[in-house]
């Protein structure tokens, strides 16, 4: 593996019954790097999106991180992982209903033992750094949608991981709340000096990254792997 490589994704295969999802799959991305993975609806960049981040596992081929192979760990090691070095930022933010924002952005942190005080303390810092810190307080229920993707996206980045995933960061928000959303987390990942993986359909999303890769039917046709 090219010691270059922050995330490598060699021969990556994946189906659903009959249908193939990932086809043969190469990746290559450098620490730091910002790349977006586009194309149409159904065409695998979400499943694409899960097992480079070890939340799914391929049928066939390999994911490697930081050096070290990725698909083949037990699912508390990726979990940990995705606590520590790996943040991951859905659609939908995925946060948890019951608790206040500010714990939601915690949670990375007090799954790692770190204690509550420091951990809240983070957490409010984060949001603040948002623009959202005064929805500390408030469950994710009354928050707007452009709200609880600040907040997801602060519970995202509070770890300093080496590599973000996003899929479809603006999908769900109306346009200046997706332009501030995606601006702020681009800012962050650059000053954390965090690799980004950006899946999406949208041109203007698309248009933050280092460099494109489109797929199609499960693959990037023609893609050539950086050396």
């Given at each position: 593996m090219?010691?270059?490589?922050?995330?490598?994704a060699?021969?990556?295969?994946?189906?659903?019954?009959?249908?193939?999802?990932?086809?043969?799959?190469?990746?290559r991305?450098?620490?730091?790097?910002?790349?977006?993975?586009?194309?149409?609806?159904?065409?695998?960049?979400?499943?694409?999106?899960?097992?480079?981040?070890?939340?799914?596992?391929?049928?066939?081929?390999?994911v490697?991180?930081?050096g070290?192979?990725?698909?083949?760990?037990?699912?508390?090691?990726?979990a940990r992982?995705?606590r520590?070095?790996?943040?991951?930022?859905?659609?939908?933010?995925?946060?948890v209903?019951?608790?206040?924002?500010?714990?939601?952005?915690?949670?990375?942190?007090?799954?790692?033992g770190?204690?509550?005080?420091?951990?809240?303390?983070?957490?409010?810092?984060?949001?603040?750094?948002?623009?959202?810190?005064?929805?500390?307080?408030?469950?994710p229920?009354?928050?707007?949608?452009?709200?609880?993707?600040r907040?997801?996206?602060?519970?995202?980045?509070?770890?300093?991981?080496?590599?973000?995933?996003?899929?479809?960061?603006?999908?769900?928000?109306?346009?200046?709340?997706?332009?501030a959303?995606?601006?702020?987390?681009?800012?962050?990942a650059?000053?954390?000096?965090?690799?980004?993986?950006?899946?999406?359909?949208?041109?203007?999303?698309?248009?933050?990254?280092?460099?494109?890769?489109?797929?199609?039917?499960?693959?990037?046709?023609?893609?050539?792997?950086?050396?």
């Open positions: 090219n010691g270059m490589s922050l995330l490598e060699r021969r990556v295969t994946k189906a659903y019954g009959r249908t193939t999802a990932l086809d043969a799959v190469d990746l991305l450098g620490a730091g790097e910002v790349v977006a993975i586009t194309g149409a609806s159904g065409c695998g960049k979400s499943t694409l999106l899960m097992c480079l981040s070890g939340i799914g596992v391929p049928d066939s081929g390999e490697w991180f930081a070290a192979r990725l698909d083949d760990r037990p699912e508390s090691v990726r992982l995705r520590t070095e790996i943040g991951v930022l859905l659609q939908h933010g995925q946060l209903p019951e608790l206040p924002a500010a714990e939601n952005v915690a949670l990375p942190l007090l799954l790692g770190a204690r509550r005080a420091g951990a809240l303390r983070a957490a409010g810092e984060w949001l603040d750094r948002f623009g959202v810190g005064e929805v500390a307080a408030l469950r229920g009354e928050l707007s949608g452009g709200q609880q993707q907040v997801a996206l602060a519970r995202a980045l509070i770890t300093s991981p080496r590599l973000l995933f996003a899929d479809e960061p603006t999908g769900s928000l109306d346009s200046v709340a997706g332009e959303v995606l601006r702020a987390m681009m800012t962050a650059r000053d954390l000096s965090t690799a980004v993986v950006l899946v999406t359909h949208d041109a203007t999303v698309a248009a933050y990254a280092d460099r494109e890769l489109h797929m199609r039917d499960g693959a990037f046709p023609g893609q050539v792997v950086p050396a």
